[in-house]
Protein backbone atom coordinates (compact mmCIF):
# COMPACT_ATOMS: atom_id res chain seq x y z
CA UNK A 1 0.00 0.00 0.00
CA UNK A 2 2.76 2.72 1.04
CA UNK A 3 4.38 1.65 -2.24
CA UNK A 4 1.28 2.80 -4.32
CA UNK A 5 1.05 5.78 -2.26
CA UNK A 6 4.88 6.57 -2.96
CA UNK A 7 4.84 9.90 -5.31
CA UNK A 8 1.33 11.46 -4.09
CA UNK A 9 1.46 14.45 -2.53
CA UNK A 10 -1.06 14.92 0.88
CA UNK A 11 -3.29 17.12 -0.97
CA UNK A 12 -3.20 14.93 -3.79
CA UNK A 13 -4.13 11.87 -1.53
CA UNK A 14 -6.90 14.19 0.05
CA UNK A 15 -8.54 14.78 -3.29
CA UNK A 16 -8.20 11.11 -4.29
CA UNK A 17 -10.14 9.94 -1.15
CA UNK A 18 -12.94 12.78 -1.62
CA UNK A 19 -13.19 13.43 -5.03
CA UNK A 20 -15.35 15.97 -4.44
CA UNK A 21 -13.74 18.03 -2.09
CA UNK A 22 -14.68 21.84 -2.50
CA UNK A 23 -17.53 21.15 -4.22
CA UNK A 24 -20.85 22.44 -3.28
CA UNK A 25 -23.90 20.85 -3.12
CA UNK A 26 -27.64 21.88 -2.96
CA UNK A 27 -30.49 19.21 -1.59
CA UNK A 28 -33.81 21.07 -1.98
CA UNK A 29 -36.49 18.29 0.23
CA UNK A 30 -33.26 16.95 1.69
CA UNK A 31 -34.68 15.36 5.09
CA UNK A 32 -36.71 12.74 3.81
CA UNK A 33 -35.37 9.08 3.37
CA UNK A 34 -34.04 9.55 0.08
CA UNK A 35 -32.72 13.55 0.48
CA UNK A 36 -30.66 12.24 3.68
CA UNK A 37 -29.26 8.77 1.51
CA UNK A 38 -28.20 11.28 -0.99
CA UNK A 39 -26.81 13.89 1.38
CA UNK A 40 -24.51 10.97 3.66
CA UNK A 41 -23.25 10.36 0.45
CA UNK A 42 -22.08 13.35 -1.07
CA UNK A 43 -20.68 14.19 2.31
CA UNK A 44 -18.89 10.73 2.71
CA UNK A 45 -16.87 12.41 -0.50
CA UNK A 46 -15.86 15.43 0.90
CA UNK A 47 -18.82 17.65 -0.92
CA UNK A 48 -20.09 20.78 1.37
CA UNK A 49 -24.08 20.30 1.32
CA UNK A 50 -26.98 22.96 2.21
CA UNK A 51 -30.36 21.28 1.76
CA UNK A 52 -33.82 22.17 2.39
CA UNK A 53 -36.42 20.95 4.72
CA UNK A 54 -39.73 22.39 5.70
CA UNK A 55 -41.18 19.94 9.18
CA UNK A 56 -39.13 17.81 10.31
CA UNK A 57 -36.14 19.90 12.35
CA UNK A 58 -35.10 16.92 14.60
CA UNK A 59 -34.34 14.67 11.16
CA UNK A 60 -32.02 17.94 9.58
CA UNK A 61 -30.35 18.00 12.97
CA UNK A 62 -29.89 14.98 12.87
CA UNK A 63 -28.43 14.85 8.84
CA UNK A 64 -26.53 17.79 10.42
CA UNK A 65 -24.58 16.50 13.57
CA UNK A 66 -23.53 13.24 11.99
CA UNK A 67 -22.31 14.45 8.71
CA UNK A 68 -20.39 17.66 10.51
CA UNK A 69 -18.70 15.03 12.78
CA UNK A 70 -17.38 13.29 9.91
CA UNK A 71 -16.14 16.13 8.52
CA UNK A 72 -14.21 17.05 11.85
CA UNK A 73 -12.70 13.24 12.16
CA UNK A 74 -11.88 13.67 8.63
CA UNK A 75 -10.11 16.73 9.48
CA UNK A 76 -12.03 18.65 6.44
CA UNK A 77 -13.10 21.82 5.55
CA UNK A 78 -16.34 20.70 4.34
CA UNK A 79 -19.29 22.53 5.57
CA UNK A 80 -23.36 21.19 6.14
CA UNK A 81 -25.93 23.21 6.72
CA UNK A 82 -29.65 23.43 7.12
CA UNK A 83 -31.95 25.79 5.69
CA UNK A 84 -35.55 25.66 6.81
CA UNK A 85 -37.63 27.25 3.88
CA UNK A 86 -37.03 27.40 0.30
CA UNK A 87 -37.04 31.48 0.14
CA UNK A 88 -33.71 31.42 1.88
CA UNK A 89 -31.94 29.46 0.38
CA UNK A 90 -30.48 31.34 -1.88
CA UNK A 91 -29.64 33.93 0.08
CA UNK A 92 -28.02 31.54 2.56
CA UNK A 93 -25.70 29.08 0.22
CA UNK A 94 -24.69 32.68 -1.67
CA UNK A 95 -23.58 34.02 1.89
CA UNK A 96 -21.93 30.63 3.04
CA UNK A 97 -20.64 29.53 -0.14
CA UNK A 98 -20.93 31.96 -2.87
CA UNK A 99 -21.94 29.09 -5.51
CA UNK A 100 -23.24 26.10 -6.14
CA UNK A 101 -21.84 23.02 -8.37
CA UNK A 102 -24.84 20.54 -7.77
CA UNK A 103 -28.10 20.92 -7.36
CA UNK A 104 -30.87 17.80 -6.37
CA UNK A 105 -34.49 18.29 -6.06
CA UNK A 106 -36.10 15.61 -3.65
CA UNK A 107 -39.12 18.26 -3.39
CA UNK A 108 -41.83 16.15 -2.95
CA UNK A 109 -45.46 15.66 -0.75
CA UNK A 110 -45.29 12.98 2.13
CA UNK A 111 -47.29 10.36 -0.12
CA UNK A 112 -50.25 8.92 1.81
CA UNK A 113 -51.30 5.97 0.93
CA UNK A 114 -54.98 5.13 -0.04
CA UNK A 115 -55.03 8.64 -1.12
CA UNK A 116 -53.81 9.23 -4.55
CA UNK A 117 -54.29 5.15 -5.35
CA UNK A 118 -56.42 6.37 -8.82
CA UNK A 119 -59.42 7.34 -7.09
CA UNK A 120 -59.52 10.98 -8.02
CA UNK A 121 -62.65 11.65 -6.51
CA UNK A 122 -62.09 10.86 -3.21
CA UNK A 123 -59.75 14.17 -3.20
CA UNK A 124 -60.85 17.81 -1.91
CA UNK A 125 -59.78 20.20 -4.45
CA UNK A 126 -56.78 21.12 -2.01
CA UNK A 127 -55.24 17.94 -2.31
CA UNK A 128 -55.78 17.19 -6.22
CA UNK A 129 -52.83 20.32 -6.64
CA UNK A 130 -50.83 19.20 -3.69
CA UNK A 131 -48.59 17.18 -6.21
CA UNK A 132 -48.43 19.72 -8.64
CA UNK A 133 -47.59 22.57 -6.11
CA UNK A 134 -44.62 20.53 -4.55
CA UNK A 135 -43.07 18.60 -6.50
CA UNK A 136 -43.88 20.80 -9.91
CA UNK A 137 -43.58 24.40 -8.73
CA UNK A 138 -40.91 23.78 -5.96
CA UNK A 139 -39.51 22.26 -8.43
CA UNK A 140 -38.88 24.85 -10.72
CA UNK A 141 -39.11 27.73 -8.32
CA UNK A 142 -35.87 25.57 -6.70
CA UNK A 143 -33.74 25.60 -10.46
CA UNK A 144 -34.77 29.41 -11.24
CA UNK A 145 -33.85 30.70 -8.13
CA UNK A 146 -30.63 28.78 -7.45
CA UNK A 147 -29.27 27.48 -10.94
CA UNK A 148 -27.45 31.80 -11.07
CA UNK A 149 -25.39 30.51 -8.17
CA UNK A 150 -23.69 28.00 -10.80
CA UNK A 151 -20.23 30.08 -12.04
CA UNK A 152 -18.46 27.08 -13.93
CA UNK A 153 -20.87 24.53 -15.36
CA UNK A 154 -22.18 22.31 -13.18
CA UNK A 155 -25.07 19.76 -12.54
CA UNK A 156 -29.24 19.75 -12.11
CA UNK A 157 -30.77 16.93 -11.35
CA UNK A 158 -34.81 16.59 -10.99
CA UNK A 159 -36.58 13.51 -9.36
CA UNK A 160 -39.44 12.02 -10.86
CA UNK A 161 -40.97 8.64 -10.49
CA UNK A 162 -42.32 5.52 -12.72
CA UNK A 163 -45.51 6.62 -12.11
CA UNK A 164 -44.95 9.28 -14.77
CA UNK A 165 -44.42 5.67 -17.50
CA UNK A 166 -47.71 4.19 -16.61
CA UNK A 167 -49.57 5.42 -19.72
CA UNK A 168 -53.33 5.61 -19.13
CA UNK A 169 -53.34 3.49 -16.16
CA UNK A 170 -52.71 6.38 -13.42
CA UNK A 171 -52.11 3.95 -10.39
CA UNK A 172 -51.84 6.48 -8.19
CA UNK A 173 -54.27 9.02 -9.98
CA UNK A 174 -53.65 11.52 -12.56
CA UNK A 175 -53.36 14.07 -9.87
CA UNK A 176 -50.18 12.43 -8.46
CA UNK A 177 -48.83 10.85 -12.03
CA UNK A 178 -48.87 13.70 -14.27
CA UNK A 179 -47.22 16.35 -12.56
CA UNK A 180 -44.55 13.32 -12.56
CA UNK A 181 -44.55 13.64 -15.91
CA UNK A 182 -44.23 17.17 -16.23
CA UNK A 183 -40.67 17.10 -13.80
CA UNK A 184 -39.44 14.68 -17.05
CA UNK A 185 -40.28 17.19 -19.45
CA UNK A 186 -39.19 20.54 -17.30
CA UNK A 187 -35.90 18.79 -17.48
CA UNK A 188 -35.36 18.69 -21.01
CA UNK A 189 -36.38 22.51 -20.80
CA UNK A 190 -33.63 23.64 -18.59
CA UNK A 191 -31.16 20.97 -20.19
CA UNK A 192 -31.75 22.89 -23.40
CA UNK A 193 -31.91 26.08 -21.77
CA UNK A 194 -28.58 26.06 -19.88
CA UNK A 195 -26.47 24.07 -22.12
CA UNK A 196 -24.88 26.99 -23.35
CA UNK A 197 -23.53 28.02 -20.04
CA UNK A 198 -22.06 23.66 -19.22
CA UNK A 199 -24.47 22.84 -17.22
CA UNK A 200 -26.25 19.69 -17.52
CA UNK A 201 -29.91 18.90 -16.53
CA UNK A 202 -31.24 15.06 -16.25
CA UNK A 203 -33.87 13.28 -14.29
CA UNK A 204 -33.78 10.52 -11.87
CA UNK A 205 -37.24 8.32 -12.67
CA UNK A 206 -36.84 5.95 -9.70
CA UNK A 207 -39.05 3.23 -8.76
CA UNK A 208 -40.76 1.69 -5.36
CA UNK A 209 -38.22 2.84 -2.56
CA UNK A 210 -41.02 1.84 0.29
CA UNK A 211 -41.02 4.13 3.17
CA UNK A 212 -43.07 2.10 5.65
CA UNK A 213 -46.96 3.72 5.13
CA UNK A 214 -47.80 1.29 2.13
CA UNK A 215 -50.65 -1.42 2.16
CA UNK A 216 -48.55 -5.12 2.98
CA UNK A 217 -50.71 -6.61 0.46
CA UNK A 218 -49.84 -4.00 -2.58
CA UNK A 219 -45.94 -4.46 -1.34
CA UNK A 220 -46.30 -8.01 -2.37
CA UNK A 221 -48.02 -7.50 -5.45
CA UNK A 222 -45.34 -4.60 -6.62
CA UNK A 223 -42.83 -6.86 -5.89
CA UNK A 224 -43.83 -9.46 -8.34
CA UNK A 225 -43.26 -7.45 -11.16
CA UNK A 226 -39.92 -6.21 -10.10
CA UNK A 227 -37.31 -8.68 -12.15
CA UNK A 228 -34.41 -8.34 -9.56
CA UNK A 229 -37.05 -9.22 -6.47
CA UNK A 230 -36.15 -6.41 -4.12
CA UNK A 231 -37.55 -2.97 -3.80
CA UNK A 232 -35.54 -0.22 -4.01
CA UNK A 233 -33.02 1.28 -0.83
CA UNK A 234 -32.34 4.51 0.15
CA UNK A 235 -28.90 3.54 -0.75
CA UNK A 236 -29.63 2.48 -4.19
CA UNK A 237 -31.44 6.50 -5.15
CA UNK A 238 -28.07 8.16 -3.35
CA UNK A 239 -25.10 6.07 -5.61
CA UNK A 240 -27.48 6.68 -8.86
CA UNK A 241 -27.87 10.38 -7.76
CA UNK A 242 -23.78 10.87 -7.37
CA UNK A 243 -23.39 8.96 -10.68
CA UNK A 244 -25.80 10.98 -12.50
CA UNK A 245 -25.01 14.54 -11.89
CA UNK A 246 -20.61 13.63 -11.76
CA UNK A 247 -21.51 12.68 -15.52
CA UNK A 248 -20.54 15.28 -17.37
CA UNK A 249 -21.21 14.66 -21.24
CA UNK A 250 -24.83 13.62 -20.45
CA UNK A 251 -28.13 16.34 -20.31
CA UNK A 252 -31.98 15.56 -21.09
CA UNK A 253 -31.82 12.51 -20.56
CA UNK A 254 -34.00 10.35 -17.66
CA UNK A 255 -32.72 7.71 -15.94
CA UNK A 256 -34.68 5.12 -15.06
CA UNK A 257 -33.73 3.36 -11.49
CA UNK A 258 -36.70 0.41 -10.46
CA UNK A 259 -35.41 -2.94 -10.36
CA UNK A 260 -36.24 -3.63 -13.87
CA UNK A 261 -40.14 -3.20 -13.31
CA UNK A 262 -40.60 -0.71 -16.48
CA UNK A 263 -38.23 -2.44 -18.74
CA UNK A 264 -41.48 -3.97 -20.83
CA UNK A 265 -41.96 -0.18 -21.63
CA UNK A 266 -40.83 0.12 -25.02
CA UNK A 267 -40.51 3.64 -26.99
CA UNK A 268 -38.81 1.98 -29.44
CA UNK A 269 -41.28 -0.40 -30.32
CA UNK A 270 -42.59 0.82 -33.30
CA UNK A 271 -38.40 1.04 -34.38
CA UNK A 272 -38.06 -2.51 -34.19
CA UNK A 273 -41.35 -3.24 -35.58
CA UNK A 274 -40.59 -1.60 -39.00
CA UNK A 275 -37.04 -3.59 -38.36
CA UNK A 276 -38.20 -6.45 -38.83
CA UNK A 277 -39.76 -5.59 -41.97
CA UNK A 278 -36.94 -3.97 -43.26
CA UNK A 279 -34.20 -6.34 -41.88
CA UNK A 280 -36.01 -9.88 -41.60
CA UNK A 281 -34.12 -9.67 -38.18
Given at each position: ?????????????????????G??????G????????????????????????????????????????????????SK???????????????????KI?F????????????????????????????????????????????????K?????????????????????????????????????K?????A??G?T?????????P??????????????K??L?????????????????????MT????????G??????????????G??L???
Amino acid sequence: MGNRLRGFSSKELLERAFPLLGRVAFVGGGSGQLGSATIDKLCSLGCSVAFTYHSNRKAAARIVGRNSRFFEKHSLKSKIIAISSDEQAKKRVSKEFGKIDFIVCFQDLVFKNGLWDGADKKLVEAEKHLPYEIAYVGTRDCIESLEPLMKNGGSILVISSTTAMEGKQYRHGKYYSIPKAYLIELAKKYAKALAKRGITVNVGIWGWVPKGVEDPKELKNELRKIPLRRFGKPDDIADACFSIITTRWMTGQGIVVDGGQTMHINGMRKYLKDGKRLFNK
